[in-house]
């Protein structure tokens, strides 16, 4: 017996609330905005995507708010806003609370009838069925009652409708595919529980990454969260080419078939530079700019922050610094839409020979240079250049060079009155700590 064709949205982890750009304080002030706002435009972009696609009810299976959140609240309100909306649409919605949103005012306020009448919270002592005859859907889900549910809630979930098309919401960790600690390892589902229950969709919640977990004889799917929030790997677009976002899932003969829409406004991405031996500093910073370029025109519209890597062996792999590449390549990527927010060397070193040939130009370069010379190498060249904080200790210690940011008159050691021996004494020295952090060893004699 064929059931009404009908179409949802599955959406998951909204996490409206969460501040994103705490960590990326170098926005500018309408960047930072704007990344700010990010979760909470996905409702915006969701009301769009309901009024071009008309679907007949929404699910939301968790995490709907990053923490707390009383309903007098401005996201809260934002939220409300949001539900009565598509009120006004005539689109219901099926919410269950995740471990981050337990503690709002979510599931009270609905209880207390403050919420539209399109709204619908599952509760959190037990699972319920609501039931939509007229599409013959059953739709079965259960609210978290506390932040950490170890137990296996859809183990009581209900025996599936007869004839219906019913659908399991549920925030939940499956299978512990993504090897959660015990901590997060949320209301842990498997595929024997869900065989089980013989219902034919599973809108699950809790993990950012979107998956189709199982498509075949049912489907089981994490939407993903509609925003990243961060540079970890579940939040970023480099391997989605569509960004983040929600499901649609239209259903015909009780066939769901799905389609990803896309709802973020601001995008996390890994550009990784590989670098060869011999580029220089000019090089990788022209090479990752491409890099970036490609990635802005693959997002037009987006938001865009980017942390890059640099990867490969180099002659200079301790002679770039992250915070000086960061500056580089945010003064030659002056984009409103776009931030690198973090520089990240993986570089390993070249060869031994490669290695020593670098080592001998830097030799040359101290032998070739009188006393003035040597203290701006010193303080330019080893002060800028090489990452490892206790060298300048060490540099400081040995011969009473004190960093760039100390007039130089004040530093007793390096004068005009120094002399030849002491002069070679230095560079002697200069070029054994130098070759010493060249080869990546400790700057000690040990
Ligand atoms: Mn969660």
Redesign the pocket.
Known sequence: MAGKEFKFIHIS?LHIGREITKKYSFLDPDQEIRVRRSPIKVLDNLVALAEEEEPDFILLA??TFDDDMPSSDNYFKKFKNFLKKLDQLNIDIYIVL???DVDSDLLTSFEAKKLPENTYVFPAKNADTFTIDNFKVAIHGQSYPKKVVTEKLVEKFPKPVRDFFNIGLI?TSYENTYKLDETHN?APTNKAMLDKCEYNYWAF??IHKREILIQDPYLAVYPGNPQGLSTKPSETCNDISDGKGCYLVEVKNFEPELTFKTLDDARFFTAVTEVKKDQDISEIVNNTVKKIESIQNENPGKFLMITVELEGKSDYYNLILEEELLTSLNEELEYEDLNIIKCINKLKPSTKEDSLEAIESIVTELEGLDIDDLENFINETVFEHLTKKEFKKNLNKKFGILPKSIPLTEQKVISDEIDEQESSEIINNSIKIASRIINGLSYKDD
């Open positions: 982890d968790g995490d995740g471990n981050h925030h949320y919640g809790h």
